[in-house]
Structure formats: structure tokens, C-alpha cells
């Protein structure tokens, strides 16, 4: 995984939950790419036996998953008082589960296909407070504007 050459900073850590294989991957390829530390999960019970709170800054995850799916997915989370961002990336398109996840505390529910500018667009904007942006650059301490 990516790491920060200066040791003030702390590389954001992106939860990838999709039960699709190639998803996953183009996704872990992008967060690569995008110097982003990352875990991947086939399903959502396997995220949540490994969730600790602190441990990720962001989880990626799909709408339609056997078993426990993506909207239960954040509920859950929410119910446990987590805060995550969560972005959906789904073929989903019902105005239902739109609504269910923007409800529910959803950072952003992307319909696909998505390109990689919009994922890295609503990246930057859920990983704000962590100083990360895709230019690379980072801010270890806030300004006094």
C-alpha cells in the first residue's frame, strides 16, 4: 500500500465492498494510481467483520450484493454511529434507492457506466478532511484563511 514520504501525513484508506471481481479491480487499479491505500471485500459481511471505526476514510461500494446490500450496508453503519462516506457506484437506477442512500447519509450514488473523472471528483470531496487530493498535493496543516 501507498505511504506518505513525510511522516506528518497519513495516506487515506478507501474500503472497496462490491461482490463483482472486475469491479473491484478497476477500482483497486484506480486508487492505486491515485496513491490511495485501499481494502477490498467481495460482500458486505466480510467489510463489517473487519470494520473498526478510524480504520477507513471512504468505502465504494455497489447497491445490488447477495446477501446484506449496499443500502443495508450503510444503514448499518449509520446505526453504529459511523460517519463514513460512502459512495454507491451502481447499475441501479430506481429513484427508491436513490433516495434510500442520499437519506441514509450517502456522500454520492453514481450510476454506471462512471468515468474516472467523476469517482476521483466525489474521492476528493469525501476524503476533504484527510488533506488528500488526486494533484498529489497535501495540506499537513490547515491555513489561517
Given at each position: 500500500?501507498?505511504?506518505k514520504?513525510?511522516?506528518?501525513?497519513?495516506?487515506?484508506?478507501?474500503?472497496i465492498?462490491?461482490d463483482d471481481?472486475?469491479?473491484?479491480?478497476?477500482?483497486?487499479?484506480?486508487?492505486?494510481?491515485?496513491?490511495l491505500?485501499?481494502?477490498?471485500f467481495?460482500?458486505?459481511?466480510?467489510?463489517m467483520?473487519?470494520?473498526?471505526?478510524?480504520t477507513f476514510?471512504?468505502l465504494i461500494?455497489?447497491?445490488?450484493?447477495?446477501?446484506?446490500?449496499?443500502?443495508?450496508?450503510?444503514?448499518?453503519?449509520?446505526?453504529?454511529?459511523s460517519?463514513?462516506?460512502?459512495i454507491?457506484i451502481?447499475?441501479?437506477?430506481?429513484?427508491g434507492?436513490r433516495s434510500r442512500?442520499?437519506t441514509?447519509?450517502?456522500?454520492?450514488?453514481?450510476t454506471?457506466?462512471v468515468t474516472?473523472?467523476?469517482?476521483?471528483?466525489?474521492?476528493?470531496?469525501?476524503?476533504k478532511?484527510?488533506?488528500?487530493?488526486?494533484?498529489?498535493d497535501?495540506?499537513?496543516t490547515?491555513?489561517?484563511?
Open positions: 500500500m501507498p505511504a514520504a513525510n511522516g506528518l501525513s497519513r495516506v487515506p484508506t478507501v474500503a465492498v462490491d471481481k472486475d469491479v473491484r479491480e478497476a477500482l483497486s487499479e484506480l486508487l492505486l494510481v491515485l496513491n491505500s485501499y481494502r477490498a467481495d460482500r458486505a459481511e466480510a467489510f467483520a473487519e470494520y473498526l471505526v478510524g476514510d471512504c461500494t455497489d447497491v445490488s450484493m447477495p446477501e446484506q446490500n449496499g443500502l443495508e450496508l450503510l444503514e448499518q453503519l449509520r446505526e453504529l454511529g460517519s463514513l462516506s460512502v454507491f451502481t447499475a441501479d437506477t430506481s429513484a434507492s442512500a442520499m441514509s447519509g450517502a456522500h454520492a450514488y453514481l454506471k457506466p474516472d473523472e467523476v469517482i476521483i471528483q466525489h474521492l476528493e470531496t469525501a476524503l478532511g484527510t488533506g488528500w487530493s488526486s494533484s498529489g497535501s495540506q499537513d490547515p491555513s489561517d484563511d
